[in-house]
Each structure stands twice: as C-alpha cells, then as structure tokens.
C-alpha cells in the first residue's frame, strides 16, 4: 500500500490551497487521514474520511477552513484549506489506517514524504 502526498508550495496569507493524497495498491477503500508537523511541534491529526464514519474534523481544525474529499474513484484525498495563515506553516501528511478513523497518529500506516506548505508574506 502507498500514499503520495501532493499540492503543498508557497502561498500568501489569506491564500487558499488543495492538498492531494493518492493512494495505490489498495483492495478495499481505507480511512484517509489528514495530518502536519511544523518544525518543533507535534504532529496533529486535522480530518479523516472513510466510508465508516463519514468525515471526522479534530480540535482546532473544526470551523470550515479544512474540508476534506475524495473522489468519486477512492483512490485520491483532497484537503482543501482556505484563509491560510503562518502558523498553518507545516509538513502535511496523509495516512491510512483501516476502515475507522481515529485521530492517534500512531494507528496510521504509509505516511510518505508529506507535502510542505509554507505560508509568508
């Protein structure tokens, strides 16, 4: 099983951006999770989609500015993210984990190299 993350780059403030996440090599449709590190931070788990609990926002990332997809085929996650702001400066990540989604980084598998947005005027 792989994951590519994808879409990541240099954006304004206030900019929008849509993060990808294709998956290969599945034989079933597993729970896609959203995660980033910014440097010296823990990582932190933003949203989840899997056909068992539908789509799942954690904590801070709830209010609408993450919204998570996925197309019509399964292979390929989006996290959109609008109102970019510096501190959203991080290395994202996406994961597999199962049929459930939960917000523990460690259940995951096949997190890849992530994709860096980096955000500055």
């Known amino acids: 099983f792989q994951l590519q993350a994808s879409g990541g780059g240099w954006v304004q403030p206030g900019g929008s951006l849509r993060l990808s996440c294709k998956a290969s090599?599945?034989?079933?449709?597993?729970?896609i999770g959203w995660f980033r590190q910014a440097p010296g931070r823990q990582r932190e788990a933003i949203s989840c989609?899997?056909?068992?609990?539908?789509?799942?926002v954690w904590g801070d990332f709830k209010g609408g500015r993450f919204s998570i997809s996925r197309d019509v085929t399964k292979t390929t996650t989006y996290l959109q993210i609008d109102s970019l702001q510096p501190e959203d400066t991080a290395v994202y990540y996406c994961?597999?984990?199962?049929?459930?989604?939960?917000?523990?980084?460690?259940?995951?598998?096949?997190w890849g190299q992530g994709t860096l947005v980096t955000v500055s005027s």
């Open positions: 994961a597999y984990k199962g049929l459930y989604c939960n917000q523990y980084a460690v259940t995951f598998e096949s």
């Open positions: 989609i899997s056909d068992e609990d539908g789509i799942i």
């Open positions: 090599g599945f034989t079933y449709d597993p729970a």
